[in-house]
């Protein structure tokens, strides 16, 4: 790689990959070819989306990352998130409804929607729609606090300290001043203590399912964001999130970006002819056995080969916060630049999903969306079997759980139980290992439990079974017969997500970090610093901000007709 490379993109996650499709694509052509090259630390793209799937269930999609977008109001184009939502679409990707409920009608004539799920909280059983009825919830709530969900508590603190809040712009919430303070300078935990009881904001934690919808993060992102509603406008890809990248990243090669996987970018320097000198560690991502006879995926440096030198007129990192950490460069001590890195929260997330041979929980009338409970496994997404996929094995019945979805305070129970004996499993009736022959042609390595970078282990997964008995007043059922699960929390990604920290005014922040050094051609873009955190939709955001103001790309083709105010600030 001798040649100096126009741009080179770090991170094939979204923000990267998206960023070679759209410079070596027809709008990012200016003068010629330009010269990109993608450098991704493991051997999967992807980033946070992560996509498996279980023996015996090859069409259901076991998301252990992202797993859903939100598509815009039918008489609003610009609503929700239209730019991921016009990306799926152009890059003629199939989706599906991401069901939050029964889609069934009830009595009212109105689909069940999650209405009927279950809420578990301090040990007491109640229906979602239950949550409204003061004598059914076990918290002690102020007498104006009682008959209100945790998504009227929410509105009810929103409209008692911003009145008049519908339609402001983020200009007009940074502006606005709470209790004689700006708004932005609290913690949302903070604020909530001065407006509603303690029990109120227990309810909105235990019951929302989210900690981080309560967090004590700024409360200008906090205060109007809620997520507690039922939605019918969620839809998933079929065949998994990851699909997304993957079809990003195989289109960018095509088109002439050249893509390097096991390569960890260690420093950032300038050469003698004032262009960058990046220091690549060559790693390698191999099977290697856990102290107590499981395997797993590991990425790691590769001893004995000596760090690639890459010389590049601009640097694009596509990166999350403690990625951006890990890399050795000067800029990061300038002035004001480390401070606008650490302005953002590094939120843990961890997914743990379970196989079972039938879904048992449609004897309850769970059908979709999820179940919520204050117990370590906090949030049990229903998914659908087998059969229900498009090209699915008819009578197939095979299901997939997500037993598990937790973030931040949770996050640590299920740490303690990463050590111990692996679960193994058991092969699913009437699913025959593959021949030898066909097995390599197919590249299924016939693992009961799909191989990760995590394992699953027995206490892990008993502990979780356990749960969820517990959350379905059920006294046993069938266990599980195989598991996957995966921790966000440690290095390169050190997160799940982030959220604006309270005290800084981050709509004159996000474009600044975009370019932290006006003098350097180094970038920044992804969820980390934008105004839609831990989805998608932000990622391509601050990209397009960066391709359009950094490198002069016109507006894509995809968002035609859309107005500049869908990139946000």
Known sequence: MSKILDV??????????????????????????????????????????????????????????????????????????????????????????????????????????????????????????QQSDPAQVPYNLSWNERGKTVNDLQVFAMNLLVP?????????????????????????????????????????????????????ANAVAQ?????????????????????LPLTLAQQATEQGAEIHMNRRLAKIEKDADGHYKLTFIVTETRVVDTDFGGVHEET?????????????????????????ELIDWEGWDQKGVKEMLSSVLIQDAFKLLLAYDYPWWRAMNLVAGRSITDLPVRQIYYFGTEEDQPGGEKGNTRSLLMASYNDITTVPFWKGLEHGPPFVGRRPQNVKPLAKEQAAATGDDQRVVPLAECVATDAMVSSAHRQILEVHGLVDVDQPYSAIYHDWSGDPYGGGWHEWKAGFRYNLLMPRIRQPLSAEKVYICGEAYSNNQGWVEGCLQTAEHVLQDKFDLAWPAYLTGLPETILGP
């Open 223 to 243: 205060l109007p964001a809620t997520e507690y509603a039922n939605t019918d406008g969620f839809r998933a890809i079929t065949g998994g999130y990851q699909r």
């Open 8 to 129: 080179a993109v770090i991170g094939g996650g979204v923000a990267g990959t998206y960023c070679a499709w759209r410079l070596t694509g027809p709008q990012g052509l200016k003068e010629g070819k330009r010269r990109v090259a993608l450098f991704e630390y493991s051997d999967r793209i992807g980033g946070r989306l992560y996509t498996k799937t279980f023996p015996g269930m090859p069409n259901v999609a076991a998301e252990l990352g992202g797993m859903r977008y939100i598509v815009p109001e039918k008489d609003d184009p610009t609503s929700n998130q239209p730019m991921v939502s016009n990306l799926i679409e152009a890059l003629d990707l199939p989706s599906h409804v991401f069901l939050m409920g029964n889609p069934e009608k009830g009595p009212d004539g109105q689909p069940i929607g999650e209405s009927e799920n279950i809420l578990y909280l301090r040990g007491k059983h109640l229906l979602v729609k």
């Open 164 to 216: 008049n809040n519908q339609n402001l712009t983020l200009e007009q919430w940074m502006d606005t001043r709470v209790y004689g303070h700006p708004l932005y300078t609290y913690g949302f935990w903070n604020l909530m203590s001065q407006t509603l009881s303690s029990e109120a904001y227990q309810f909105m934690k235990d019951a929302g399912g989210y900690d981080a919808n309560v967090a004590n």
């Open 300 to 324: 790691k440096d590769k001893e004995g080969v000596p760090p690639e030198i890459v010389h590049a007129r601009d640097i694009i990192l596509g990166l999350p916060r403690r990625s951006l």
